[in-house]
C-alpha cells in the first residue's frame, strides 16, 4: 500500500510540476460569432497515426458529425490522448499496476493518457478525413498505437453564446467523442440550462448471460470467448470485448485487453468485472466493481452460495483506480463499471445485459471571459441497472472531469458536479443475496476562480439477506466508490493555445462630463486592455472616427499611455493611434479634449475591431463595440453687473464711483437647456477692469470669503475660485489681504449641477482706484 500511494502521490507532482509553456499564439477569437446553443457544437476526427510533441501534421479518419463543422483554417481545435495507459495482465494479485497484493488494478504507466493542447489549424479538413497541419508544435506526444488512441476536436469560437437548452458532447464510442469544449471570448450566458457530459464518457462491461466455461474462481483476466465472469469496463488502458453502449449490446470482435477482457482485474481506472464463484456453470453471481474517476471505484459484492449470506468467496470485481494526476495538462473521463455475471439473465434489458456496468461520465472544457446567469455543468458518471433479480449488478460509471476558466464569474450561480454512479443493486426481487455492483469514483473539477465541485462517489449496490426475520437489506461486500477532488489552476497553465478571451482587445470609452452646454468641452478617455495572462501585445492601433459636430477642441490636450504615435489634429472629427503596445495583462489610456458647437446628443462608438493589436504575429481586436454619449444643451449665457456699495464721501446712502469707492460685481448665468449641466463643466474667467483692485474682504460677514454664489434653483455651490496676475496666463496668484491692484482675472467652477432653465450667479467686489 506504501508504494500505490507513493506512486499516487508522484504522479501528482509530476502533472502540476509539468511544463506549461504554451504555444505563443492565438486562434480566431470570436470567428463564429454571436449564437445561442445548445445539443452538440463539437466535432470529433479519430488520429490514424501518432503526433509528436514537435510535430505539426497528422492523419485523421472520417468525422463524428456531431454538430459542428468541417475544420478551416484558423480554427481552434483541441488535441486528446483518450487511452494510453500500460497495464500489468498477468492473472494473479499483480493484475494492472504489477504490485502484489489485491486489488490486481490499477496501471503500471499512465503514459500520455488524459493529456491535452489547444491548436491553431492551418489547413482544411474536411469531414471525410485528411492532413491536419496546425500552427505550432504543442510539445505534447499523442500516440496511436494498439490501444492508445487520442482524437482532434473543432472547438467552436463565438463572441458571446447564450444556452437555449442542454449542451452536451458526442458520447463516447471507442474512438471519438465524450469531450465537450467550447470557447467563448465575451460572455457565456448559461440562462438555467444544463452543459451536461453524464454517463458520456468510457462505457461499462457488456452484461452477457452465460452457461459457464473454463478457468477458477481466483482469475483475474480471461477471454471474453470463454463464456464465463463478467466484462472488465472500459478506461485509458483499452477496450473490451463486450460493452454497454446506447442500451445495447455492442462488440469490437476482439479482445481489447491482451489475455482477456473477463473477471476481476480492473485495468486502469476500468472497473473489473465479477470473477464468477464457480465459472464452469457460471451460475454464482460476482459483482463488477466501479470505475475510477479522481477517486476509485469500489469493488462488486460477493456472489451467490448456498449458505449466502455468509461463507461466499469475495470475488466481485475490483474498482477501476482514480487518475490524480489531473489538472490542467490532463483531464480523463471516468471509467467504465465492471459487468456482474449472469445465469439466469434476469433484469431489463433481459438476456444478462441489465447486468452490464455502467459508464463514466465525460469530460467538460468552457473557456470564457465572463459566466452570467445560473446554470449546472455535469460530468456524473452513470448509476448501474437495479432491475436485477437473481443474478448480479454492474458497478456504477466513474466521475468525469470538469474544467471551467473564466476570469469574471462574479454575475453567475454555477453548480459543478463531477460524481461516481451507484452500483446496480438487486434488493426486491431476490430470494437470496446476489452480488450487487461497486460504486463509481468521484470525478474532478477544476475551475480558474477557486469553485468546488460535488465530487462525492457512488453509493455501492446492495441486495437482499432472506435469512433475518425480516429481510434485511446489506451490501455484501460492495464498496462505495471514493470521493473525487476541486482544483484551483490557472488559465495560462492550459496547455496550447490562449483562449479567444485572452485573444482580443478590451476596449471601454468614458465621456466626462457626459453633458456640457454648447462650446464646453468634455475629456473624452478611451482605454484599451490586454487580457492575455503571458503575452504582450505589439502594433497596437485605434481608429475612433466621431459623429458629425463633434471635434477636437483647440487645444486637443491629448494624452497617450499607450505609447506609439496619438494624432489628434484641434477640430478635426477623428482620433488614431499607431504603433502602440500593450505588456501582458496590462491597460493602457489615450485621451482627448472634444466640443460640440450646437446642441443634441453625439454618441462615439469604436466598432468591433476599430482597436488592432499582434500577437507573436497573430492579429487580434476587439470584439465589442465600445460608446458614450456626450448630450450638448443650447448654449449659456451670461451676463455682469455692476453696483456702487459706498464711496468714501457719502458712505453706503447714494454712493458714487469715485476713487476709494466699492463696486459688487454681480455674474448671471443661464443654462436654458432642457437638460442639467453636469458638475465640473461650468467654467467663468472674468477679467478685472484696470482702474480697480480687487476686495479680498469678506462680503457677507465673517469667514465668508471674498466671493459668494447665489445657485438659484441649482445644487450649484461656490466650488474653486483661483485668481490670476498676469493677464490670466496662469491662475495660482494668492491676492493679499484688503484692496488687491495685481489681480488681473478671476476664475470660478462652481461645483454640483446646474439644473435645466434655471439661472445662478456669482458675486464679489472691487476697489475703484
Not at 475544420?71 to 497495464?87: K, P
Not at 454517463?199 to 459457464?212: K, S, T
Not at 479522481?294 to 466481485?316: I, L, S, V
Not at 449665457?637 to 454712493?655: E, F, L, M, R, Y
Request: include cysteine.
Amino acid at each position: 500500500m506504501i508504494s500505490r500511494a507513493r506512486g499516487a502521490f508522484l504522479a501528482i507532482i509530476a502533472a502540476f510540476c509539468a511544463s506549461n509553456a504554451r504555444a505563443a499564439q492565438c486562434a480566431t477569437a470570436g470567428a463564429g460569432g454571436s449564437a445561442t446553443i445548445s445539443g452538440t457544437v463539437n466535432n470529433y476526427w479519430p488520429a490514424t497515426a501518432s503526433l509528436g510533441s514537435g510535430g505539426t501534421s497528422v492523419t485523421l479518419g472520417a468525422a463524428r458529425f456531431s454538430g459542428g463543422a468541417a475544420i478551416a483554417s484558423g480554427d481552434l481545435v483541441l488535441i486528446m490522448q483518450m487511452q494510453d495507459a500500460s497495464i500489468n495482465t498477468s492473472n494473479n494479485n499483480r493484475y494492472g499496476d504489477n504490485i502484489a497484493g489485491d486489488p490486481g488494478s490499477g496501471w503500471t504507466a499512465l503514459n500520455s493518457s488524459g493529456n491535452f493542447a489547444f491548436a491553431r489549424a492551418t489547413s482544411v479538413v474536411p469531414t471525410s478525413g485528411g492532413t491536419l497541419t496546425i500552427a505550432a508544435p504543442t510539445g505534447v506526444a499523442f500516440t496511436r498505437s494498439g490501444q492508445s488512441r487520442f482524437q482532434v476536436i473543432r472547438v467552436p469560437q463565438y463572441i458571446n453564446a447564450t444556452l437555449s437548452g442542454t449542451l452536451s458532447p458526442a458520447s463516447w464510442n471507442g474512438s471519438t467523442g465524450g469531450v465537450l469544449a467550447l470557447d467563448v471570448a465575451e460572455t457565456l450566458a448559461l440562462s438555467g440550462a444544463t452543459i451536461g457530459a453524464d454517463g458520456m464518457g468510457f462505457r461499462g462491461g457488456g452484461g452477457r448471460q452465460l452457461g459457464g466455461g473454463s478457468g477458477a474462481a481466483t482469475d483475474y483476466r480471461t477471454n471474453a470467448t470463454n463464456n464465463a465472469n463478467g466484462s472488465k469496463g472500459e478506461g485509458i488502458a483499452g477496450t473490451p470485448y463486450y460493452m454497454l453502449y446506447n442500451g445495447a449490446l455492442v462488440s469490437t470482435g476482439a479482445e481489447g485487453y491482451a489475455n482477456g477482457s473477463n473477471a476481476r482485474g480492473a485495468p486502469a481506472n476500468a472497473g473489473g468485472g465479477g470473477t464468477d464463484g464457480n465459472p464452469p456453470a457460471n451460475d454464482e453471481n460476482t459483482a463488477g466493481g466501479g470505475g475510477g474517476g479522481y477517486g476509485t471505484g469500489g469493488q462488486g459484492g460477493h456472489g451467490w452460495c448456498p449458505t449466502a449470506p455468509t461463507g461466499c468467496d469475495q470475488t466481485g470485481g475490483h474498482g477501476g483506480v482514480g487518475v490524480t494526476a489531473q489538472g490542467a495538462t490532463r483531464l480523463t473521463m471516468g471509467g467504465g463499471g465492471g459487468a456482474g455475471t449472469s445465469n439466469n439473465g434476469t433484469g431489463t434489458p433481459g438476456s444478462g445485459l441489465a447486468s452490464s456496468g455502467a459508464a463514466g461520465g465525460g469530460v467538460v472544457i468552457i473557456r470564457a471571459g465572463t459566466i452570467t446567469g445560473s446554470g449546472t455543468i455535469s460530468a456524473d458518471g452513470a448509476a448501474a441497472d437495479s432491475t436485477v433479480g437473481n443474478d448480479a449488478n454492474g458497478g456504477g460509471g466513474g466521475g468525469g472531469s470538469i474544467l471551467v476558466s473564466s476570469p469574471n464569474t462574479s454575475g453567475a450561480s454555477l453548480t459543478l458536479r463531477a460524481r461516481g454512479g451507484a452500483g446496480g443493486s438487486n434488493d426486491t426481487a431476490n430470494t437470496r443475496a446476489h452480488g450487487p455492483g461497486g460504486g463509481g469514483g468521484g470525478g474532478f473539477v477544476a475551475t480558474t476562480f477557486g469553485a468546488s465541485g460535488t465530487v462525492t462517489g457512488g453509493a455501492a449496490g446492495t441486495t437482499i439477506d432472506t435469512t433475518t426475520d425480516p429481510d434485511t437489506i446489506i451490501s455484501y461486500g460492495a464498496a462505495a466508490g471514493s470521493s473525487g477532488a476541486s482544483a484551483s489552476i490557472t488559465a495560462s497553465s492550459i496547455v496550447g493555445l490562449s483562449s479567444g478571451n485572452e485573444c482580443k482587445i478590451t476596449t471601454t470609452k468614458d465621456i466626462t462630463p457626459a453633458q456640457v452646454g454648447a462650446g464646453m468641452s468634455s475629456v473624452m478617455s478611451i482605454s484599451m486592455s490586454n487580457p492575455n495572462p503571458t503575452l504582450a501585445m505589439s502594433a497596437l492601433a485605434l481608429v475612433d472616427s466621431y459623429p458629425s459636430g463633434l471635434v477636437n477642441r483647440t487645444p486637443p490636450g491629448a494624452t497617450n499611455s499607450c505609447g506609439g504615435t496619438l494624432t489628434a489634429v484641434a477640430g478635426a472629427g477623428s482620433l488614431g493611434l499607431s504603433g502602440g503596445s500593450l505588456a501582458a495583462g496590462a491597460t493602457c489610456t489615450v485621451t482627448v479634449n472634444v466640443v460640440a458647437a450646437a446642441g443634441g446628443s453625439y454618441t462615439n462608438t469604436i466598432p468591433a475591431g476599430g482597436a488592432t493589436a499582434t500577437i507573436s504575429g497573430r492579429t487580434v481586436q476587439n470584439l465589442i463595440p465600445a460608446a458614450d454619449t456626450l448630450t450638448v444643451t443650447g448654449a449659456m449665457s451670461a451676463g455682469k453687473t455692476a453696483t456702487v456699495v459706498s464711496d468714501p464721501v457719502h458712505g453706503s446712502s447714494n454712493p458714487y464711483a469715485t476713487p476709494g469707492a466699492v463696486i459688487e460685481y454681480l455674474i448671471s448665468f443661464t443654462n436654458p437647456g432642457a437638460g442639467s449641466i453636469d458638475a465640473g463643466s461650468i467654467l467663468i474667467v472674468d477679467a478685472l477692469s484696470p482702474n480697480v483692485s480687487f476686495l479680498n474682504a469678506d462680503i457677507a460677514g465673517g469667514g465668508s470669503g471674498p466671493v459668494a454664489i447665489a445657485p438659484g434653483a441649482s445644487t450649484l455651490a461656490l466650488g474653486a475660485v483661483s485668481y490670476s496676475n498676469d493677464g490670466g496666463a496662469t491662475f495660482a496668484y494668492t491676492p493679499s489681504s484688503g484692496a488687491d491692484p495685481n489681480v488681473t482675472h478671476i476664475r470660478l467652477v462652481p461645483s454640483g449641477s446646474m439644473a435645466a432653465a434655471s439661472t445662478a450667479s456669482y458675486r464679489f467686489r472691487v476697489v475703484v482706484e
